[in-house]
């Protein structure tokens, strides 16, 4: 089973910068896209950021421009750099990856990382 490990979250101020990672571990898998979702309270999770093994990123309309996702394959890990923050991107941060494996697929989450942005 692959688990997710995630670090890098915390409180910070309006325009500060975060950096989240997340790192795979486990044996004998492939990862297809590693990406970011988060979750605000009272409100549903959402795609932040996405990216696959060949890279292609993809961003929520809100973060373009401020948040960038990066990857490292051979590490199995996926970052998030997240800049010119604003209250509005206060919420928990889930790591998501679609795992391959040589008999199946997995969709695994992190455990999630709170992220606060206030003065």
């Known amino acids: 089973q692959v688990q997710l490990v995630e670090s890098g979250g915390g409180l910070v101020q309006p325009g500060g910068s975060l950096r989240l990672s997340c790192a795979a571990s486990?044996?004998?898998?492939?990862?297809?896209?590693m990406g970011w979702y988060r979750q605000a309270p009272g409100k549903q999770r959402e795609l932040v950021a996405s990216?696959?093994?060949?890279?292609?990123?993809i961003y929520a309309d809100s973060v373009k421009g401020r948040f960038t996702i990066s990857r490292d394959n051979a590490k199995n890990t996926v970052f998030l750099q997240m800049n010119s923050m604003k209250p509005e991107d206060t919420a928990v941060y889930y790591c998501?990856?679609?795992?391959?494996?040589?008999?199946?697929?997995?969709?695994?989450w992190g455990q999630g990382t709170q992220v606060t942005v206030s003065s």
């Open positions: 998501n990856a679609n795992i391959i494996y040589s008999l199946g697929f997995q969709n695994c």
């Open positions: 486990g044996s004998g898998f492939s990862i297809n896209a």
């Open positions: 990216v696959t093994s060949r890279g292609g990123p």
